[in-house]
């Protein structure tokens, strides 16, 4: 028994696991060698199946937290609305892939429950928010200093140009200005995001590799 | 428009007045509707997942490579995630998915995102090229951490922060332009296409009694 | 000098030679910089960011008024990156608080923030003494979705009126919601998340906010870990070598030399 | 400290009519939206479209100068909400494919992209797994999990998922019998579309295997598009505007044409409701000065 909660299987394997592929998946972006090719490119196919996988966490977590709040009572039409909804559409799908051979890309149920039920509500869940922004723009868009002053005039500019209505009432001119802003302000400033990006990935990627980072590890008493 | 069809299309013209009703305020029509859209769209994703899992795997098991079913263990043991006592299995498949995505975007962003970027911004050929400069050279100054920005370099670090707050304002600009597009598409949807416009009347009634509920409940 | 380079090159996919020395320099620039500072080699100081001076102003605005002071660290779980420097801050500024007498009240939505913020505003009321004005009932679970988060806090808002409403953590498309009830309530707000499109709407509707690092780094200042404290130095390293390489690259082909640009390209 | 919320300057002073008006409720701020966005899709104003964007007409040139035959690969990542922007840009886009005769390979990296692809093919090549050139000049590769880590998989190795989303094998399809080297270097142009950052496609497709690439994105991410633009992406379509325009340019006004006139309108509304805030508020602070001094 000792073997299998040793500190080596619990936390050293994973760990370096995690840092030999690193270290070959990034070998192999740079270097065109066949070992280190082949090696990574089966890495990647085996992780992309292996991923497929994750869901069934979200699945069973979901599924925990919305049985706990109908046993204890406090939203019981809803929580169940979603248990009903999501088990039903999985058994009926897994039902049509392993029995009938018919994936969920082409059971025409599956494809009447997306054309139902989550392709109205992504593209409704993110049209409210359009409403948010006219309210938040009435109400709380204000050029308090220099720095939102230059980005509401810079805001007003592109929902002038992009819209046909601005060039009608304020001709070429606003098109050209907006044009500029956006290839050379709006440039500068996203290539920061860009780099500051890689930054903080690369800092990470060292944390985990020398081990400073168990964040990915869960529980970290175990 | 058969009577499946139809009943399809009336299903996603409630779910989108059901959710439109949060404009409104909170109300159970738009718990459901969110609650059904969670769960229907995880169930989604979770089928594609395991469509696509067995169409990479089958040939290979057709072909008798069974070290391929390696991967189908390795992805059941993210199941210890819940467990007590052999949690630490769930560790492995987490370390497969996790480093092989850093490793990949690693090297490759350091070419694009990093030195990509910095070896374009030297290209200054006109105007506006070295305003680029300028405006990425102040930006990322504006990120230094380790030492307090004094004289000069104080008006470096705000040159830096407007084109941060021009980025944010080209955002913001863009931004409205895309969800306004999805009302348009939700509009079109309710108007355009039978029978989802028959949902219309019904939402309207449905509002105007909450509107009056509303109004009794406040009365003292 | 360029020609003998490209024995080397022949090995190296076209185009990721210089990013590879670029990726091995940077790696060990950050790696070197977390060992020393560890092992007190070198002590990097983390600059005060302006937002640590705000937040100071705020909680004293909140004191002169008599108004409760709101924190929330987002949606985010305990896991998530942004939640880590936003719970650090949340420490700080609820030991301030407790210091000035300011009525704390602490927001969230993830399950995985209660008890680590429990204990958190408990042991800051500890610290400076008045473990008894510590208020449990002013840790609130407003909702665990989303939208009804946006919801319970805008009544919140509205009915509390706090001096000051600080959204620092991990924040998405509700961040509009929360910023707009905190300025109906005449709140200060100072606001900072990493992603990228919640900042724009923070930047407009917030007195004062915390561009994506500098979050991180407002974190690092509070919590000084000496790791995370390295790799911010290591992380400066870095931009030091990109800014170089920037200034002098412009100035050069701008005279029209353009071996550099060439070079960078293998 | 200067600022301060809005409501603190005001209860000193007397509410002014502009002060009344900003304390309205936001439900008659949605309900304004509302009708100035649907009143355009009953009664068309027909504005013009106004001058193309560089951006657009780079992408289009660059489709332009395909010669026949050569291979487009459309990396469809657009789940429903990103759809009713980048659908009209897509099909747009293929109309122009099938002009210029190019040979189309389809791929999603997220579940709901596969009903977006089958919709496009639908509506523009008639028909998709049953289309009688289905094998030899049109793919649908479908669906590969993990986003970026799944599709570096694909490209270097085109059979990685073994078959199409229909479940035909690959190796037989006569589409990639004469690809040199079975790789996604021997795409010619790829385009990505949606909601999902456009770096990716840039980063995974164009730099390693050196196949030029654009895109059709939501306008929502299309600031993050610019820092390629020029240098490293020849163009790329900027949510419904972005398709209005191809459509023009392609010569087929359709879907994206007909919803910019909505569009016009809820941006002209916003403009003017955040220019009414900022004056009460410029207003309110001048008087919360005078009476200070």
């Given amino acids: 028994?000792?073997?299998?909660?040793?500190?080596?299987?619990?936390?050293?394997?994973?760990?370096?696991?995690?840092?030999?592929?690193?270290?070959?998946?990034?070998?192999?972006?740079?270097?065109?060698?066949?070992?280190?090719?082949?090696?990574?490119?089966?890495?990647?196919?085996?992780?992309?199946?292996?991923?497929?996988?994750?869901?069934?966490?979200?699945?069973?977590?979901?599924?925990?937290?919305?049985?706990?709040?109908?046993?204890?009572?406090?939203?019981?039409?809803?929580?169940?609305?979603?248990?009903?909804?999501?088990?039903?559409?999985?058994?009926?799908?897994?039902?049509?892939?392993?029995?009938?051979?018919?994936?969920?890309?082409?059971?025409?149920?599956?494809?009447?429950?997306?054309?139902?039920?989550?392709?109205?509500?992504?593209?409704?869940?993110?049209?409210?928010?359009?409403?948010?922004?006219?309210?938040?723009?009435?109400?709380?868009?204000?050029?308090?200093?220099?720095?939102?002053?230059?980005?509401?005039v810079v805001a007003i500019l592109c929902m002038l140009a992009k819209a046909p209505i601005g060039e009608t009432i304020f001709g070429l001119g606003i098109v050209k200005l907006t044009d500029f802003v956006l290839n050379v302000a709006n440039t500068a400033g996203r290539r920061v995001f860009l780099m500051a990006m890689i930054l903080a990935t690369i800092a990470l990627t060292i944390r985990i590799i020398l081990g400073y980072e168990r964040g990915w590890m869960g529980r970290a008493t175990e | 428009m058969s009577a499946l069809e139809s009943l399809v299309v009336l299903g996603a013209a409630g779910m989108t007045l059901a959710l439109l009703s949060y404009l409104w305020r909170e109300n159970l029509f738009f718990r459901i509707a969110e609650h059904a859209y969670m769960g229907t769209a995880i169930a989604y994703g979770a089928l594609l997942s395991a469509d696509a899992a067995l169409r990479i795997l089958q040939p290979h098991l057709q072909k008798g490579e069974y070290i391929w079913l390696l991967t189908v263990v390795l992805g059941i043991l993210y199941l210890f995630f819940f467990a007590k006592q052999y949690f630490f299995l769930y560790r492995y498949p987490t370390a497969i998915v996790m480093a092989t995505g850093i490793g990949v975007s690693l090297a490759r962003g350091v070419k694009t995102n990093l030195l990509d970027q910095a070896r374009i911004t030297t290209l200054v050929?006109?105007?506006?090229?070295?305003?680029?400069?300028?405006?990425?050279?102040?930006?990322?100054?504006?990120?230094?951490?380790?030492?307090?920005?004094?004289?000069?370099?104080?008006?470096?670090?705000?040159?830096?922060?407007?084109?941060?707050?021009?980025?944010?304002?080209?955002?913001?600009?863009?931004?409205?332009?895309?969800?306004?597009?999805?009302?348009?598409?939700?509009?079109?949807?309710?108007?355009?296409?039978?029978?989802?416009?028959?949902?219309?009347?019904?939402?309207?009634?449905?509002?105007?009694?909450?509107?009056?509920?509303?109004?009794?409940?406040?009365?003292? | 000098m360029l020609s003998n380079l490209s024995f080397i090159g022949s090995s190296f996919r076209s185009g990721y030679l210089m990013p590879s020395v670029l990726l091995i320099t940077s790696v060990v620039l950050v790696g070197i910089s977390i060992y020393l500072t560890i092992n007190r080699v070198i002590k990097p100081t983390i600059r005060r960011l302006p937002a640590i001076d705000a937040i100071d102003e705020a909680v004293g605005r909140c004191a002169e008024l008599g108004k409760p002071l709101h924190y929330c660290p987002g949606i985010g779980a305990i896991s998530h990156q942004d939640s880590i420097p936003g719970l650090a801050i949340g420490a700080y500024v609820a030991r301030k608080c407790a210091e000035l007498g300011v009525r704390f009240i602490f927001t969230f939505m993830n399950a995985t923030i209660q008890p680590i913020a429990m204990d958190m505003i408990q042991e800051a009321y500890t610290l400076v003494g008045k473990a008894d004005e510590f208020r449990a009932d002013d840790v609130i679970w407003l909702s665990p979705r989303q939208f009804a988060f946006a919801t319970g806090l805008v009544g919140l808002l509205s009915r509390e009126r706090p001096g000051a409403s600080l959204l620092l953590g991990n924040y998405a498309a509700e961040s509009l919601i929360c910023t707009e009830a905190g300025f109906r309530a005449g709140a200060i707000q100072i606001a900072g998340c990493t992603n990228s499109y919640q900042i724009p709407y923070f930047a407009t509707t917030c007195d004062y906010v915390l561009i994506s690092e500098e979050l991180q780094t407002a974190g690092v200042y509070i919590s000084k870990i000496p790791e995370q404290v390295g790799t911010i130095q290591g992380q400066d390293y870095i931009r030091l070598l990109i800014l170089l390489l920037m200034i002098v690259g412009s100035i050069v082909y701008s005279l029209g030399i353009k071996s550099l640009d060439a070079f960078l390209k293998m | 400290m200067k600022g301060g919320g809005w409501a603190v300057q005001q209860s000193e002073n007397k509410k002014t009519l502009l002060q009344k008006l900003q304390e309205i409720d936001p439900k008659w701020i949605y309900l304004i939206q509302l009708i100035v966005i649907s009143y355009p899709l009953l009664y068309p104003l027909g504005l013009p479209l106004g001058t193309i964007s560089s951006e657009t007409r780079g992408l289009y040139g660059a489709i332009d100068a395909l010669p026949e035959g050569s291979i487009v690969f459309h990396a469809v990542c657009m789940g429903p909400a990103a759809a009713a922007e980048c659908q009209p840009s897509l099909e747009a886009?293929?109309?122009?494919?099938?002009?210029?005769?190019?040979?189309?390979?389809?791929?999603?990296?997220?579940?709901?992209?596969?009903?977006?692809?089958?919709?496009?093919?639908?509506?523009?090549?008639?028909?998709?797994?049953?289309?009688?050139?289905?094998?030899?000049?049109?793919?649908?590769?479908?669906?590969?999990?993990?986003?970026?880590?799944?599709?570096?998989?694909?490209?270097?190795?085109?059979?990685?998922?073994?078959?199409?989303?229909?479940?035909?094998?690959?190796?037989?399809?006569?589409?990639?019998?004469?690809?040199?080297?079975?790789?996604?270097?021997?795409?010619?142009?790829?385009?990505?579309?949606?909601?999902?950052?456009?770096?990716?496609?840039?980063?995974?497709?164009?730099?390693?295997?050196?196949?030029?690439?654009?895109?059709?994105?939501?306008?929502?991410?299309?600031?993050?598009?610019?820092?390629?633009?020029?240098?490293?992406?020849?163009?790329?379509?900027?949510?419904?505007?972005?398709?209005?325009?191809?459509?023009?340019l392609i010569g087929k006004p359709g879907y994206a044409a007909a919803g910019m006139d909505a569009q016009s309108l809820a941006h002209l509304s916003i403009i003017i409701m955040v220019l009414i805030g900022n004056v009460a508020f410029l207003l309110s602070k001048m008087q919360g000065g005078m009476q200070k001094t």
């Fill in chain 1, 1 to 152: 028994m000792s073997i299998i909660n040793s500190e080596l299987l619990r936390r050293y394997l994973p760990w370096g696991i995690a840092a030999f592929l690193i270290i070959l998946t990034m070998a192999d972006t740079v270097v065109i060698e066949p070992t280190i090719n082949s090696l990574a490119s089966s890495a990647l196919q085996s992780s992309t199946v292996v991923g497929a996988f994750v869901v069934i966490i979200s699945v069973l977590l979901i599924s925990r937290i919305h049985v706990r709040r109908v046993s204890r009572k406090r939203t019981v039409i809803e929580s169940s609305v979603l248990l009903i909804s999501m088990w039903g559409t999985l058994v009926w799908g897994f039902f049509r892939l392993f029995g009938a051979g018919v994936g969920p890309t082409s059971d025409t149920t599956i494809l009447n429950i997306f054309d139902m039920i989550v392709s109205p509500g992504d593209s409704t869940v993110f049209a409210i928010l359009a409403f948010f922004i006219a309210s938040a723009a009435y109400r709380a868009f204000r050029a308090r200093n220099l720095d939102s002053a230059i980005l509401l």
């Fill in chain 2, 125 to 220: 050929t006109d105007v506006s090229s070295a305003l680029i400069a300028v405006g990425v050279i102040c930006g990322i100054f504006y990120f230094y951490a380790t030492m307090e920005p004094k004289g000069p370099l104080k008006a470096v670090s705000s040159v830096g922060r407007w084109f941060l707050m021009a980025a944010f304002g080209a955002q913001i600009g863009l931004h409205v332009m895309a969800r306004t597009s999805l009302i348009i598409g939700r509009i079109r949807f309710l108007f355009f296409e039978p029978p989802a416009n028959y949902m219309i009347p019904v939402a309207i009634i449905m509002l105007l009694i909450g509107i009056f509920m509303d109004y009794r409940k406040k009365q003292p």
């Fill in chain 4, 93 to 248: 886009i293929l109309k122009h494919d099938l002009e210029k005769g190019h040979k189309l390979i389809f791929y999603t990296d997220q579940a709901p992209g596969i009903p977006y692809i089958e919709q496009a093919m639908q509506n523009v090549l008639g028909a998709s797994k049953d289309h009688p050139d289905y094998g030899k000049l049109y793919v649908n590769i479908g669906y590969i999990p993990q986003t970026y880590t799944g599709f570096s998989a694909f490209a270097a190795d085109l059979f990685f998922t073994g078959s199409d989303v229909y479940g035909n094998d690959l190796r037989s399809m006569e589409f990639f019998k004469d690809l040199p080297t079975k790789t996604a270097s021997d795409f010619d142009f790829g385009i990505t579309y949606g909601s999902g950052n456009f770096q990716w496609i840039i980063t995974y497709l164009s730099d390693p295997w050196g196949v030029t690439c654009g895109g059709g994105i939501a306008a929502g991410i299309a600031a993050e598009a610019y820092p390629f633009y020029p240098q490293k992406t020849p163009g790329f379509l900027v949510g419904l505007r972005g398709g209005a325009e191809y459509e023009v």
